[in-house]
């Protein structure tokens, strides 16, 4: 074989290398991974299997900071038994993370609902780049994958990412909605969006919703979505009261 061909085999080969290993690649979305933002979060998660062993759960929230900050209104889900999972700066891999390490073990709640993602959108402290909208939907349908493979007589609800101030996160986040129908199968996952309820006729974000840093939600924001899951828990048997978000009968 001469000195040509060799050349040309040798870039072929290297040619196949490259695409093998490409195509094998997976987005750390998928990687389950724990927390390192915060340095309560391995306290919190340890709270958090002693309250699911300790107590019976039928209802289950998985989320961030936001979900977390249910916990602000505790009379909310008071006749539930709630299971709030939800952790300040948590991504995708950290709740593969948690549900690897035993963060479902030895419950079966009739409702589970899921809100994850806005902090895979954005560079928080600069610990890690934000990530693509494909692959921060692939991080939610893994673990969908998980939570039907480990709660199989649960029903789960994912909400869209809920709506940001304008720019490439919110862009993101729209990108990262428009793939979440493909999750609901009509009989134990349903998607649920709920951003008309927090935008403008034009689309935007609505201020009045969210607190200063236009992430978080405030009071009027959380109101509005417990007379949703209100309707969701009910339809399981859960009672949900609103009295410690404003409402008095």
């Known amino acids: ?11 072929l080969f290297l040619s196949i290398s490259i695409f093998s290993g490409a195509f094998g690649e997976q987005p750390s979305t998928v990687i389950p991974m724990p927390s390192n933002l915060k340095k309560f979060m391995p306290k919190l998660h340890q709270e958090k299997l002693r309250e699911a062993k300790n107590n019976k759960v039928d209802f289950v929230m998985i989320g961030d900071s936001i979900t977390h900050s249910w916990s602000k209104y505790p009379g909310t889900f008071k006749g539930s038994n709630l299971l709030n999972l939800g952790f300040p700066g948590d991504r995708t891999q950290n709740v593969l993370w948690r549900i690897e390490n035993g963060a479902l073990d030895g419950i079966s709640p009739k409702l589970v609902t899921l809100m994850i993602g806005t902090n895979n959108m954005h560079d ?3 610990a890690y780049p934000a990530d693509k909208p494909d692959d921060i939907f692939a991080g939610i349908q893994a673990i969908v994958a998980e939570l039907r493979t480990r709660l199989p007589n649960s029903k789960v609800v ?7 101030k304008e720019g490439s996160e919110n862009d993101r986040a729209k990108a990262v909605n428009a793939m979440l129908p493909q999750l609901d199968d009509g009989k134990f996952v349903f998607h649920l969006d709920l ?22 939600f405030n009071e009027q ?19 949900v009261s609103l009295h410690d978000l404003g409402e008095k009968n």
């Open 195 to 216: 951003n008309h309820f927090f935008s403008k006729e034009n689309g935007q974000q609505d201020k009045i919703f969210y607190n200063k840093d236009l992430l978080h």
């Open 221 to 239: 924001g959380y109101f509005v979505w417990a007379k949703v899951l209100k309707t969701l828990l009910e339809k399981h048997g859960l009672s």
């Open 1 to 11: 074989m001469n000195t040509k061909n060799l050349i040309l085999l040798a870039a």
């Open 124 to 126: 928080t402290k600069k």
């Open 158 to 164: 994912v909400f869209s990412v809920f709506p940001r």
